[in-house]
Structures are given as structure tokens and as C-alpha cells.
């Protein structure tokens, strides 16, 4: 058995657990040693990655291919950028205990193990190790109301979620007498044979992935969770768990499922213009900046589920891709969010931002950068995001989709253009206290990825591209 | 070559005068331009003489490509025959002594000059481009230069209301013509597959038959010849298209003798003789046009004789001997046409800037009536004022009289029933023409003085330099006449053409012209007499006539004097109408319907989100709610749709 595909998941879960220990033996607050080593583990476990063969072990229940390494090593830039920007946040808050670096680590292997399943099984158990942290993780601020209201939220729908995840691989299984995705593929060669049954159980696992990427209609408690939960939490949640969620869902329904495309497509299609929509109409009404970003990742799940709507190895792409351009501009924005604090307190309002152009136009430029991209104005990255799933849902054919994207984005440029419009335009805002050096570091290493995106696009596209192409292989 | 510098370089002048004019200051503008004028004057009356006299061959300077699409190749060339030899020469020299009369006339403008002098030039080179043009599409570009030359002059003291309504006036009336123009242009290239005129000129034979079928069926170059003719119209303010003319008269005095001698209104009488291969394959056409042309001629004229304004007189004249030129051209005798063009633009040159130079000793009075008894002041200005009307109104040997009566001869000559209309309402309007000139002489300079004592008082003749290009332009209304004659129309004149004008397989006009009964050539001289000798009565003898006839005849009066109540007519049925089809589409189809859908989208937007906003309560029982109706929605769809 060649176990040493797993050596990553091994090390980073090991470094979780040395953490834990060095955080109870040493008696003294050790948070920020404990933050530099998950650091550190994080680093360590994408050179792993780096470094390791391609292949399946552990009976098919692992695989290790190119596009579980893309997805990896986003997941692993996703959790990093979330514990360098915890570290103020937590001091501020009172938040510094040691367990928050561990549980994003012991997160970040859930989702390491969501992205090389090739087994539902194997699927479910990355899954709930993932989930479990963060619902830990959204109430980490356990004195205060709000936050403990999100983790409870998001616990009780994850745990129907879940429910209705494993509900849906129990048809599977029953109807299909397998949850090896290799064998799955195989028994679904014909899709005229296939019973209703499994399809039904397809279904129920699309909506408990869904879930996890906050789709429409199972978006719900996204804006609730956002917004309780610790900032650097609502970060964490908006970038590395939905890159793995998403991860999930690309394989799933490519590799297993595959043969169904023409049923499961319609699925897909109705929850991305859901989303888009949804994503983009709600947030219109929003005042806190943190409830918008909610809607805003709503949307922006629909958009990148154009990509695998196509059902094309254009499309996965695009999906990675835009998966890419996403976490690095949401993580961007998060470190502006967590860095508007006055007088020790954080501020979530985005009248809040008002006369931050004159008071801090750094920041504000960086914002703006944010902004341009997640509206898709050229030349930021996000405008690529959405070009390539675009481009992959014409190439298809499906024009409607492509014309409902353009128009929902049209729909999200107004509020992304409102919060520019409220930093350069609006007065009256005091200066935000003095930035700390993590934030900016983040914010500026997103902003230049995003603005630079444009000009050297080809190591992205190119490792997308085979990323999807072993998806399909 | 010289020849390109004719034209170029008032180009050159308007440029540097334009763009620099601040700069290098308004002196060094007007000397730039003067000289520019100066330098072309030279080159292009030297380029005719060298043509005519001395044997260079007819060619084509090119310039440069202009444009290359499909089948259509155009260059930037200048044409080099006779007719185009004889506009260029023409033009640069009207145009350069109304350059350098412009210095005296503007000298006591408050603000500089550089601008006005920038745009004389540009005038005067788009008129040089549209002449020397050897492709239908550079001569349209000359076209449109002429006109937007012209708005910019007619609106250039852009602080009178007035003077940019006129301006917006000419340059509306003028795209009028001009799309016809276009749409002719359309269907030359449409026909011959080219609108290089020497590749139409060629294949015109090819073409005889060819018919071109939009309500009904149409010969092809009787619908060619109609739309040039009606952008002719449009430029050389024939009836209909003549209202521009009269208001241009807003702008500065100069302006107007450019555009009425030299440059513009003759462009239509111009294309008639370059595109004169295809006119002359269209006899309907042609027959359009002598009606129109001698219409013209004749409602100019009387509008002319109850106008009080000394520059709207001459204006009404222009329109008046542009309808002459149009019977010439109408019956083929286009080489009368551009004759009387030549001369024409001598003496109303020279009668527009005498008239600038009363208006100037009157400081700034344009009104008639509030003037006279001032010939004693302004001598020179008395003196050529004279010898314009005289050849104005066709007494021998001024330059009007040989192509005023050439003109009436050739259309007695055709033989036709359009071109006997063009001989009676020529014959009338000769009559009317020089009555009004001498209204305008004995108005302005005989009787006792009407103007008021401080105006009296500072009346003196103009400086040398508006004298100057009045003397010459009168020696030039004298002589013209009798000394173009004779290579114009006269013995030399298929030497002289060299075929740069076709007048038609069977048309013999020009021959048959010598031979007529001698009363027809003597015709318009004794009515000319009659008329001098009836406004002699009418303003001398009996000075209270006038106002008796008016009130005699108050319904025709009135109507002369408010132009045939053309300006009212066109702005009840077509400026009134437009404006209020453009109040509805500003109002119902702009601000209601275009601006109401991207405001309705957008409230549509607001709205749902309220909305969508409002399914968000907190309640974590109607968020599981949500999902499994989701959930439930998404199954019923597979299992329908699989």
C-alpha cells in the first residue's frame, strides 16, 4: 500500500496535533508561537505536495492528481492568509488562545482529504472533520452573543446538510452497490439504465455540497454566519472551505457522475442563476459590509458553477480559475475589512469606510482594486475569473446562462461601485486606527495578484488546464 | 507643380493663422493669410495662363491615397483642365482682394481677427478643392468644406443670436441639398462602379441605357442629373433651397462677397458644368433645371425691389443671376454659364464690398432708407458702385452685358419651350435687376441725407486698402466681359474648353446663338435701359411713387417684401412640425421610454431586493425550510426533466 500519497495530510495533521500540545504544556499565552508554527506546518505541507507522486492508494479511497493539488495548495494559501490575519484581530477581541491556529489547521486537513476523496466515504469523512472546526471556529468568540448564535446556526444547518449528504450516498450506495468513484463510473455507463433511486441520491448530494459553497437555495444561513462569526473566521470560511467544497463537487460530478451530465446539468444551471441572482439582489440592501461579502460569495459561487454547468474541460477550468482570482481578492478585502477598527473597536458599516480615500488612500486603493475585480472590470483578475466561465458556458452553447451572468454582474458592479463611491465621494469619516503590518502585507500581496493577474496569467491557466484535464483523464 | 500651391496654400495660411494665430499675434495672421492668398492668386492664374496660352496639356497632380475599399479607390488629386484652370484662377484672385480688403473692414473689430482670417482661407481652399476635384467624392469633401466654412463665417460674431440662427439656417438648408447630392454620388458609383471622373467621363456611352428602379423605373442619368441638380440647389440657393442666402448677410460684410462672388453659391453652377458629360445625357434634368433657374431668377428679382437692407438687395441679386447661370447650364450652354459665373463674380464682388464700404462710412448702417446724400463723401465708393450696377444690369460694355445677354440668347436659341420660359423670366428679371440696382444706387447715395447728424458727420471714404481691391474688381467688371468673351463663348471657344465640357451630341446652342434675330440680342439691353429709367422716376422725379404703389398694391407689396412668405411657409410646414416630432420624442421617447426602462430596471432591482432581503429573518427553522423546499424543488425538476 503506498501510503505515502497521504504524506501531506500525515505531516499537517502531526503538526496539528505537536501544536495542541505545545500549546497546553507551555503555560504562558503561546498563541503567536502556535500561529507561526501552523504557519510553518502550512508551508511545509505544500512543499509536500509539491514534492509527492501522483496515484491512488488506501483501496481507491485516495487519490493524488493534479487537480487535487491545484485545489490543495489554494486551500492551503486560503487558511495561511487566514491565520496571518487573525493574528491582530484576536489580540483586539481577546481572542488570543492557542486552539484557533489548531483548529484551522486540523480544518485545513479535512479539506486537503475533500479534495483527493475518490470515495464517498472517504468524501464524508474530510468533509465533517472540515465542518466541525469551523462550527467551533464561528462561535470562537464564545462571550459574545453574535458569535455563538453563528456557530450554533451554522452547526444545526450543517448538521441537516450532512444528514441529507449521507442520505444521498446511502442511495447511491444502494442503488449502484458501490461508493468507490472509479466502480460508481463504471456501473453508470448507461445512463437509459440508471434507476431513478440513484439519481434522486445524486441530487441529495449535490444540495449537501451546495450547502457548503452557500448555493442558492441552500445559502441561507451565509449572511447570519458571516456576520457573527470572528472576521478572521468569516475569511477563513469564504475562501479555503468553499475552494474545497467546490473541489468536491467538481469531482464528484465529473468523475462518478459523469455520464449523467445531461441530467444533472439542469440542476446545476437552475442553482447558478439562483445564486447569481440571489447573490446579487440581496446584497443591494446591505449595510454591513460583512453581510455584503456574504452575498457576495453567493454570487460568486454561482458564477464559478458556470463553469462546471458547461460540463467541459473548459469549463473546470474556468472554475479554477476562478476559483483562484476569488480567494485571493476575498481574502484581500477581508484583510480591509479586519483593518477598520477605531479607537480598538472594529467597524463593520460601510457608511464606516466613508472618507477613507483622503484619510488612508492606500487602503482605500487596495479596496478599489477589491471592488474593480469583483465587479470583473478589466484588468483586475476577476474579470478573467468570469471571462473563462463565460467563455466555456458559450463555447457550450448555453447563451442563457452566459446572458443571465452578464446581466446579475451588471446587477453586482452597483454595490461593489457604491462602496468606491463611499470612500472617495462621501465625507466625514475619521481616520481608522493605525493598520497593523499583517493586514497590509495580505492586502497588498492580494492587490498586486489581482492587478497583476493580467500580466503573466500563463502558470494559473496552465496548471488549471491540467488540473482539468486530469479530471476528465 | 504651381498648380498645387494654388490650392494648397491657403491651406497653409488658415493653419498657421488658426492654430498659431494667438501666438504670433493679428498682424503677423493677416500677413501670413494675405500672403498665403497672394502666393496662390499667383500660382493659379498662372497655371490658367499657362494652360490656355501657352499649351500645357490637361492632367492630374496627385496628392496622395485617400481611401481603398473594395472597388473604391480614391486619391487625393487636383484635376488640371480648363474648367478647373479657370475656377482656380478665379477664385484665388476674388478671393485674395477679399482678403486684403478684410483688414481695413475688420480693423475696428474689438477682438482679434486671426480667427476670421483663418477661416476666409479655409474657405477659399475648400472652394479650391472642390473645383480641382478629380473624383465626386474629394469634390464633396470640398462641398462640405465650403459649408462648413461658410457656418463658421455666418455665426462668426457668435455673441448675436442672430448671426448663429443664420449660420445654423445655411448650414441645415445646405445638408438638405447636400444629401441629395450624396445620394446622387450614390448612384454614380452605383452605376459606373467608380466616382473618378475621368473613368464616368469614359463609360458614359456604356451607361445610356441604364435604369435604376426605386417607384418606378428611371433612367439612370436623368436621376443622377436631378439629385446633383437639387444639392446644386442647395449650394447656389436656387428656389426652395434659397432661404439661407438672404440671412448669411449676418455675417461680416466680406463674408458675403466671398460667399456670393467667389466661392459657394457657385459651386452648384459649377457641378452642372463638370458633370456636364452626364447632364447632357439627361434632357429631363436639364429642362428641371431651366425651369428652376429661371424661376428663380424672376423671384429673386422682385423680392430684390422692395427690400430696404442695401446687403440684402445684392443678395437677392446673387440669387437672381445664379438663376440666369442655371437657364444657361438647364439648356446646355454650360460654357455661357460659367461665364457669366466669372463675370458675375467680379462686379458682385466688387458690389458687395462697395456696399461693405457705405455700411463702413455709415458706421454700420445697413438700412436705405436711413441713408443718401452721400456720394460727395465716399467718391471712389459712388464711382465703383456705378460701374458694378451698370454691369449688374447688363449696359454694354460692363462684363454683365455680354454674359447676361449671352445667356438669354442661348436659351432663345434651344428652341424649346423650357428654354423660352427661361428667356421670358430671364427678359423680366433683366428689367427688375437693373431697376433695383439703380433703387439701391439713388437710395443710397442721391436725395437728401436721411441718416442723423452724427452720423452725417463722421461719413468718409474708406482707406486704401478696401479702395484698392475695389478699383481692381471694377476694371474687372469693365473688361471681363469683352475680353473673356471670345475665348469664353466667342470664336475660340472649342480651343479654349479643349472638351473640358461636354455640351451633348445634338446640342448646337452655341453656334445657333450667332445667328439670331438681332432684336433678341438687343432685348436685355433696352430693358435694362427702361428699368434704370423707371427707378430714375420712381426715386428722382417723383419720389413719392413708391409709397403710393405699396399702398395701391399692398397685398403684392407685402407679400415681396416678407420674400414670398417663404421663411413663414417652411416654418409652418416643416421647422414647426419637426420641432414639436421632437418635443414628443424627447419627452415620450427619450426621458419616458428610453431613460424610464434602465430607471425601471433599476427600481425593479431595489424592489426585489427588499424583497429577497426580507426572506432572511434570522429564524434558523425557516432557514432548514428553505433548504428542503430547495431540496424538494431540485428533485421534482430531475425527475421530470431526466
Known amino acids: 500500500m503506498n501510503w505515502s500519497l497521504a504524506l501531506p495530510e500525515i505531516v499537517l495533521s502531526c503538526c496539528a496535533m505537536a501544536i495542541l500540545v505545545f500549546g497546553v504544556v507551555v503555560r504562558e499565552d503561546s498563541t503567536f508561537v502556535c500561529t507561526m508554527l501552523g504557519l510553518g506546518a502550512f508551508l511545509l505541507t505544500a512543499m509536500l505536495i509539491l514534492a509527492a507522486p501522483f496515484g491512488t492508494g488506501y483501496g481507491g479511497l485516495f487519490v493524488v492528481d493534479p487537480f487535487a493539488d491545484f485545489m490543495k495548495l489554494l486551500i492551503l494559501a486560503g487558511g495561511a492568509m487566514a491565520v496571518v490575519m487573525s493574528l491582530d484581530y484576536n489580540r483586539h477581541e481577546r481572542l488570543t488562545r492557542f486552539e484557533f491556529p489548531v483548529l484551522i489547521v486540523l480544518s485545513t486537513v479535512g479539506m486537503m482529504v475533500m479534495a483527493s476523496a475518490a470515495n464517498l466515504m472517504s468524501l464524508y469523512l474530510g468533509l465533517e472533520l472540515q465542518s466541525l472546526c469551523i462550527y467551533v471556529l464561528a462561535a470562537f468568540a464564545r462571550d459574545e452573543q453574535r458569535s455563538a448564535e453563528a456557530g450554533l446556526k451554522y452547526f444545526v444547518l450543517g448538521a441537516l446538510a450532512s444528514g441529507l449528504l449521507l442520505y444521498g450516498i446511502s442511495l447511491v450506495y444502494g442503488f449502484a452497490g458501490t461508493m468507490d468513484f472509479a466502480r460508481i463510473t463504471r456501473a453508470l455507463t448507461d445512463p437509459v439504465t440508471v434507476s431513478p433511486g440513484l439519481v434522486v441520491g445524486i441530487v441529495f448530494i449535490v444540495t449537501g455540497l451546495a450547502f457548503k459553497i452557500s448555493a442558492a437555495p441552500f445559502h441561507m444561513w451565509t449572511p447570519d454566519v458571516y456576520e457573527g462569526a470572528p472576521t478572521p473566521v468569516t475569511s477563513f470560511m469564504s475562501t479555503a472551505p468553499k475552494v474545497a467544497a467546490m473541489a468536491l463537487l467538481l469531482r464528484t460530478m465529473v468523475a462518478p457522475f459523469g455520464h449523467l451530465l445531461a441530467q444533472w446539468q439542469q440542476l446545476i444551471v437552475l442553482v447558478s442563476i439562483l445564486s447569481m441572482l440571489w447573490g446579487s439582489l440581496a446584497a443591494i440592501g446591505q449595510s454591513s459590509i460583512k453581510r455584503l461579502m456574504a452575498y457576495s460569495s453567493i454570487g460568486h459561487m454561482g458564477y464559478a458553477l458556470i463553469g462546471l454547468a458547461a460540463g467541459t474541460a473548459v469549463g473546470i477550468r474556468g472554475v479554477l480559475i476562478y476559483m483562484v482570482t476569488y480567494v485571493f481578492m476575498s481574502a484581500g478585502t477581508f484583510a480591509v475589512i479586519i483593518a477598520m477598527r477605531r479607537r480598538g473597536r472594529a467597524c463593520e458599516q460601510i457608511n464606516d469606510l466613508s472618507g477613507l480615500g483622503r484619510t488612508d488612500p492606500a487602503m482605500a486603493l487596495a479596496m478599489v482594486i477589491f471592488m474593480f475585480s469583483m465587479a470583473g472590470i478589466p484588468p483586475m483578475s476577476g474579470f478573467f475569473g468570469k471571462l473563462y466561465v463565460f467563455l466555456a458556458a458559450v463555447q457550450a452553447g448555453m447563451w442563457t446562462l452566459a446572458v443571465i451572468g452578464v446581466l446579475t454582474s451588471v446587477i453586482g458592479a452597483y454595490y461593489y461601485l457604491r462602496i468606491i463611491k463611499v470612500m472617495y465621494f462621501d465625507t466625514g469619516g475619521e481616520a481608522f486606527d493605525p493598520r497593523p503590518a499583517s493586514l497590509s502585507v495580505i492586502a497588498a500581496g492580494t492587490g498586486l495578484f489581482t492587478t497583476l493577474f493580467f500580466v503573466l496569467p500563463g502558470p494559473v491557466l496552465n496548471a488549471a488546464q491540467a488540473a482539468a484535464q486530469a479530471l476528465f483523464g | ?642
Open chain 2, 1 to 642: 507643380m504651381i498648380y498645387a500651391v494654388a490650392v494648397l496654400a491657403p491651406l497653409a495660411g488658415s493653419i498657421i493663422a488658426g492654430l498659431l494665430g494667438r501666438a504670433i499675434g493679428d498682424r503677423a495672421s493677416q500677413a501670413v493669410t494675405i500672403l498665403c492668398m497672394i502666393l496662390a492668386a499667383i500660382c493659379g492664374v498662372t497655371a490658367w495662363v499657362q494652360h490656355i496660352w501657352l499649351g500645357a496639356p490637361d492632367g492630374v497632380v496627385t496628392l496622395g491615397s485617400w481611401m481603398e475599399a473594395g472597388s473604391l479607390h480614391l486619391d487625393w488629386a487636383l484635376r488640371y483642365d480648363t474648367l478647373a484652370a479657370t475656377m482656380v484662377a478665379m477664385v484665388t484672385f476674388i478671393a485674395t482682394l477679399i482678403h486684403i480688403y478684410s483688414v481695413g473692414y475688420m480693423s475696428h473689430e474689438p477682438t482679434p481677427t486671426s480667427r476670421f482670417f483663418s477661416y476666409l482661407s479655409l474657405f477659399s481652399f475648400a472652394m479650391l478643392m472642390l473645383v480641382s476635384a478629380n473624383n465626386l467624392v474629394q469634390l464633396f469633401f470640398g462641398w462640405e468644406g465650403v459649408g462648413l466654412a461658410s457656418y463658421l463665417l455666418i455665426g462668426y460674431w457668435y455673441d448675436k443670436p442672430s448671426a448663429n440662427a443664420a449660420a445654423i439656417k445655411a448650414f441645415v438648408v445646405n445638408r438638405v441639398g447636400d444629401l441629395f447630392f450624396a445620394v446622387g454620388i450614390a448612384l454614380t458609383f452605383f452605376t459606373f462602379d467608380s466616382v473618378e471622373l475621368p473613368t464616368i467621363f469614359a463609360s458614359i456611352q456604356q451607361h445610356a441605357n441604364d435604369t435604376y428602379a426605386l417607384f418606378g423605373v428611371h433612367h439612370a442619368y436623368e436621376l443622377i442629373g436631378v439629385l446633383l441638380f437639387i444639392g446644386a440647389m442647395g449650394k447656389s440657393a436656387q428656389i426652395g433651397l434659397h432661404v439661407w442666402l438672404p440671412d448669411a448677410m449676418e455675417g461680416p460684410t466680406p463674408v458675403s462677397a466671398l460667399i456670393h462672388a467667389a466661392t459657394m453659391v457657385t459651386a452648384g453652377v459649377f457641378l452642372m458644368a463638370r458633370m456636364s458629360p452626364i447632364m447632357s445625357m439627361a434632357p429631363g434634368a436639364l429642362a428641371f433645371v431651366t425651369v428652376i433657374g429661371g424661376t428663380t431668377a424672376l423671384f429673386a428679382a422682385t423680392i430684390g425691389c422692395v427690400q430696404n437692407d442695401i446687403k440684402r438687395v445684392i443678395a437677392y441679386s446673387t440669387c437672381s443671376q445664379l438663376g440666369y447661370m442655371f437657364v444657361a447650364a438647364g439648356v446646355g450652354a454650360y460654357q455661357v454659364s460659367i461665364f457669366h459665373l466669372i463675370t458675375h463674380a467680379f462686379f458682385k464682388a466688387l458690389l458687395f464690398l462697395a456696399a461693405g464700404s457705405v455700411i463702413h462710412a455709415m458706421s454700420g448702417e445697413q438700412d436705405m432708407r436711413k441713408m443718401g446724400g452721400i456720394w460727395r463723401s465716399v467718391p471712389i465708393t459712388y464711382a465703383v458702385m456705378w460701374i458694378g450696377s451698370l454691369a449688374l444690369a447688363g449696359i454694354i460694355p460692363f462684363a454683365g452685358y455680354y454674359s447676361k445677354d449671352a445667356i438669354l440668347e442661348a436659351s432663345y436659341a434651344a428652341g424649346s419651350a423650357t428654354g423660352d420660359y427661361g428667356y421670358a423670366c430671364g427678359l423680366l428679371a433683366a428689367f427688375l435687376t437693373a431697376f433695383y440696382s439703380w433703387r439701391v444706387l439713388l437710395l443710397t447715395f442721391h436725395g437728401t441725407p436721411r441718416a442723423d447728424h452724427h452720423t452725417m458727420e463722421h461719413v468718409h471714404e474708406s482707406p486704401a486698402v478696401m479702395t484698392g481691391p475695389l478699383i481692381v474688381l471694377a476694371i474687372g467688371a469693365t473688361v471681363a466681359g469683352f475680353a473673356l468673351r471670345p475665348y469664353f463663348i466667342g470664336d475660340y471657344w472649342h480651343a479654349y474648353w479643349n472638351n473640358s465640357i461636354t455640351n451633348g451630341a445634338n446640342n448646337h446652342v452655341l453656334e445657333r446663338m450667332e445667328d439670331l434675330p438681332g432684336l433678341v440680342g438687343y432685348a436685355p439691353l433696352i430693358t435694362g435701359v427702361l428699368g434704370i429709367g423707371l427707378a430714375y422716376v420712381m426715386y428722382v422725379l417723383r419720389p413719392e411713387l413708391p409709397s403710393l404703389l405699396a399702398d395701391r398694391f399692398a397685398p403684392i407689396y407685402r407679400l415681396l417684401l416678407n420674400k414670398w412668405y417663404f421663411d413663414e411657409l417652411y416654418d409652418m410646414v416643416l421647422v414647426q412640425p419637426y420641432r414639436r416630432l421632437a418635443r414628443a420624442l424627447w419627452q415620450v421617447g427619450d426621458a419616458t421610454i428610453i431613460d424610464g426602462v434602465p430607471n425601471g430596471l433599476a427600481e425593479l432591482t431595489v424592489d426585489s431586493s427588499a424583497q429577497v432581503v426580507r426572506v432572511q429573518t434570522g429564524s434558523i427553522a425557516v432557514y432548514a425550510f428553505t433548504m428542503l423546499i430547495g431540496l424538494v424543488l431540485l428533485v421534482s425538476i430531475f425527475l421530470v426533466f431526466r
